[in-house]
């Protein structure tokens, strides 16, 4: 999963500088391995900024002093975390090449799962890619940008150098997931894949043209939201501040939108399908209150996961008329323990969190002074479990809490309740889960899941039940639901590679 964000100016403004910055912090929590931008003053590209880390790190008071010395009229920029192609700073992006008649760049948002068999493609064709060799001159998977950006390059060749052409050739000949911009010195492409796997919105702040992987980027209040990249079209914006929009391919029935995005990675404050008047916090609200409908508790105390967890959290309290009390602290300066490294999650997940012990310590004077019946159950509500490393690590803590504040064992139950369903299968369209081997439901039942756990039960919210979620929120903007689920089902709507 990555960000992608810019925007087209009509003349240089010396806000754009802080609020192009600002995306990229908006935008942070969809990656934050490395972060990059490029920018255009409509005459040339300046060099790429690239580097390891945070948009904080990045973006510096040095980035930004250049940023308005150049006075860009064009930015695109790109939070990475990686799915595809190695850690190392010839995979970050933007990607970029040099033509005689100039620069060219990519961002993209989204995965390729033939990046094998694209690589083999062009490199028969004497196309060389340079994320596709380490340091030792071995083969590895390549970055799917510079696939993008190499392949379009190519098939607008082909094409008279008609790139409008090229991209609907890309997008009748490549597999896969991509919200992508496109940057030239005096114009910029965005489009998306025909089946619209990853958002991408687009809006107006005062002179510019704005864009970005989720509407939460446009924090100004002056910044409106026009519309979604549709699935299989692009849009050109240009200089002079018109835009070109181009159906060039029909999209895909059913569509295949990432319902990660809703349960999970999106903020809270982003709205739904980039026009509707809801965020994603009032859907997982109703996923919550939809997983009680399916796996009630009669009595017990919620707790949510911070910070996705919470919304489910409140809904499912909501639904069973349960008290919804907090637990868990998060550390707001440890990065997502999702998209940390094997290795480093479980430590970084007790670096990320931390209990009040004030809740458990008031239960266990009550059980003393038997004000309440025992066992106490506390639910736990996370808003997916991918590894199980995170809830493993909660679990664990409350037990250790518990036992360390004079509590006894036997006057705790602890309960999960998961308002997603299970997550079988690896994704192939832009979430870092390659192997079944990772996927603990794809090895586990739900009670041994719960073994594993040291919990009394571990409930998931079914596929029906997230369904009809969502079609509650398609609904009322006329949009069907077409969402993915083939990391709940291991069925694919397109070809894929499995990669070990």
């Given at each position: 999963?990555?960000?992608?964000?810019?925007?087209?100016?009509?003349?240089?403004?010396?806000?754009?500088?802080?609020?192009?910055?600002?995306?990229?912090?908006?935008?942070?929590?969809?990656?934050?391995?490395?972060?990059?931008?490029?920018?255009?003053?409509?005459?040339?590209?300046?060099?790429?900024?690239?580097?390891?880390?945070?948009?904080?790190?990045?973006?510096?008071?040095?980035?930004?002093?250049?940023?308005?010395?150049?006075?860009?009229?064009?930015?695109?920029?790109?939070?990475?975390?990686?799915?595809?192609?190695?850690?190392?700073?010839?995979?970050?992006?933007?990607?970029?090449?040099?033509?005689?008649?100039?620069?060219?760049?990519?961002?993209?948002?989204?995965?390729?799962?033939?990046?094998?068999?694209?690589?083999?493609?062009?490199?028969?064709?004497?196309?060389?890619?340079?994320?596709?060799?380490?340091?030792?001159?071995?083969?590895?998977?390549?970055?799917?940008?510079?696939?993008?950006?190499?392949?379009?390059?190519?098939?607008?060749?082909?094409?008279?150098?008609?790139?409008?052409?090229?991209?609907?050739?890309?997008?009748?000949?490549?597999?896969?997931?991509?919200?992508?911009?496109?940057?030239?010195?005096?114009?910029?492409?965005?489009?998306?894949?025909?089946?619209?796997?990853?958002?991408?919105?687009?809006?107006?702040?005062?002179?510019?043209?704005?864009?970005?992987?989720?509407?939460?980027?446009?924090?100004?209040?002056?910044?409106?939201?026009?519309g979604e990249v549709k699935p299989g079209e692009l849009i050109i914006f240009t200089l002079d501040g018109k835009i070109k929009k181009h159906q060039l391919v029909e999209p895909k029935r059913p569509g295949q939108r990432c319902p990660f995005e809703w349960i999970y990675f999106s903020r809270p404050d982003s709205r739904l399908f980039g026009i509707g008047e809801k965020e994603?916090?009032?859907?997982?609200?109703?996923?919550?209150?939809?997983?009680?409908?399916?796996?009630?508790?009669?009595?017990?105390?919620?707790?949510?996961?911070?910070?996705?967890?919470?919304?489910?959290?409140?809904?499912?309290?909501?639904?069973?008329?349960?008290?919804?009390?907090?637990?868990?602290?998060?550390?707001?300066?440890?990065?997502?323990?999702?998209?940390?490294?094997?290795?480093?999650?479980?430590?970084?997940?007790?670096?990320?969190?931390?209990?009040?012990?004030?809740?458990?310590?008031?239960?266990?004077?009550?059980?003393?002074?038997?004000?309440?019946?025992?066992?106490?159950?506390?639910?736990?509500?996370?808003?997916?479990?991918?590894?199980?490393?995170?809830?493993?690590?909660?679990?664990?803590?409350?037990?250790?809490?518990?036992?360390?504040?004079?509590?006894?064992?036997?006057?705790?139950?602890?309960?999960?309740?998961?308002?997603?369903?299970?997550?079988?299968?690896?994704?192939?369209?832009?979430?870092?889960?390659?192997?079944?081997?990772?996927?603990?439901?794809?090895?586990?039942?739900?009670?041994?899941?719960?073994?594993?756990?040291?919990?009394?039960?571990?409930?998931?919210?079914?596929?029906?039940?997230?369904?009809?979620?969502?079609?509650?929120?398609?609904?009322?903007?006329?949009?069907?639901?077409?969402?993915?689920?083939?990391?709940?089902?291991?069925?694919?709507?397109?070809?894929?590679?499995?990669?070990?």
């Open positions: 999963m990555c960000g992608v964000f810019g925007y087209v100016a009509k003349k240089w403004n010396e806000e754009l500088a802080s609020f192009f910055a600002l995306m990229g912090f908006f935008l942070q929590h969809r990656g934050q391995e490395n972060c990059g931008a490029a920018f255009s003053n409509g005459d040339y590209i300046e060099d790429i900024i690239k580097g390891y880390g945070l948009v904080s790190t990045v973006f510096n008071d040095k980035f930004l002093k250049s940023f308005r010395d150049f006075q860009p009229l064009i930015a695109t920029g790109h939070t990475r975390y990686a799915t595809a192609g190695s850690k190392s700073m010839r995979c970050a992006q933007p990607q970029w090449m040099d033509f005689l008649e100039g620069r060219r760049v990519v961002c993209s948002n989204g995965d390729l799962p033939l990046l094998d068999q694209e690589r083999k493609c062009l490199e028969d064709k004497e196309v060389f890619l340079l994320s596709s060799r380490n340091r030792q001159g071995e083969i590895v998977m390549p970055n799917d940008a510079e696939i993008i950006l190499k392949k379009i390059s190519l098939l607008a060749e082909e094409n008279g150098r008609n790139f409008t052409k090229a991209i609907r050739d890309f997008m009748l000949t490549t597999k896969g997931a991509y919200s992508t911009a496109l940057t030239f010195h005096d114009k910029l492409y965005l489009f998306r894949d025909p089946y619209g796997f990853r958002p991408l919105v687009y809006g107006y702040w005062k002179n510019s043209w704005v864009f970005a992987s989720e509407s939460c980027a446009f924090h100004e209040s002056e910044a409106k939201v026009e994603f916090f009032a859907f997982r609200y109703e996923l919550g209150r939809k997983l009680y409908q399916e796996q009630p508790l009669e009595e017990g105390i919620v707790v949510g996961v911070p910070n996705s967890g919470i919304p489910a959290a409140k809904g499912f309290a909501r639904g069973g008329n349960l008290n919804d009390k907090v637990l868990f602290v998060h550390t707001p300066y440890i990065t997502r323990t999702f998209i940390e490294k094997e290795g480093h999650r479980e430590r970084k997940s007790r670096l990320k969190y931390s209990l009040m012990p004030s809740l458990l310590s008031s239960l266990i004077g009550k059980i003393q002074t038997r004000q309440i019946k025992t066992p106490v159950k506390i639910i736990i509500v996370d808003d997916s479990i991918v590894r199980l490393t995170t809830l493993k690590v909660l679990v664990s803590m409350v037990i250790e809490e518990w036992s360390n504040l004079g509590g006894q064992k036997k006057d705790l139950e602890i309960h999960t309740r998961i308002p997603s369903p299970m997550i079988k299968a690896p994704c192939y369209y832009g979430i870092d889960t390659p192997t079944y081997d990772e996927l603990i439901a794809a090895n586990h039942s739900e009670k041994e899941i719960a073994q594993i756990l040291g919990a009394a039960s571990v409930r998931y919210l079914s596929i029906k039940g997230l369904n009809e979620t969502l079609d509650n929120f398609a609904r009322p903007f006329n949009q069907e639901r077409n969402f993915c689920n083939a990391c709940f089902t291991d069925r694919y709507p397109t070809e894929v590679e499995p990669r070990v």
